[in-house]
Nanobody
């Protein structure tokens, strides 16, 4: 019933940009904190950014100034705009919805940044 579907990943050269999208269904979207996580090859999953229903945001230090998270509650969609991409941004990016201690996850989308 609950579905989080990421899209927008792909291959890009260093310095380029990508915008990831996560379409959500099966939950009350506006009641959830939405986040983006990533898992580089051979490493553990890490938080990239999150946004509350009121629009408050937080970013990992590694992406501050380069990435932007936003949400459209009318479309039940959260976005991650990624600019000035670096090879170390290469990872599988996952969408997350959290509320009252329960979390839902998308299947992930691959982002590869070539040097």
């Amino acid at each position: 019933q609950v579905q989080l579907v990421e899209s927008g990943g792909g291959l890009v050269q260093a310095g380029g940009s990508l915008r990831l999208s996560c379409a959500v269904s099966g939950i009350i979207f506006s009641g959830h904190v939405m986040g983006w996580y990533r898992q580089p090859p051979g490493k553990q999953r890490e938080l990239v950014a999150f946004i509350t229903s009121g629009g408050n945001t937080n970013f990992a230090d590694s992406v501050k100034g380069r990435f932007t998270i936003s949400r459209d509650n009318a479309k039940n969609t959260v976005y991650l705009q990624m600019n000035s991409l670096k090879p170390e941004d290469t990872a599988v990016y996952y969408c997350n919805a959290g509320r009252l201690g329960r979390a839902y996850w998308g299947q992930g989308t691959q982002v590869t940044v070539s040097s």
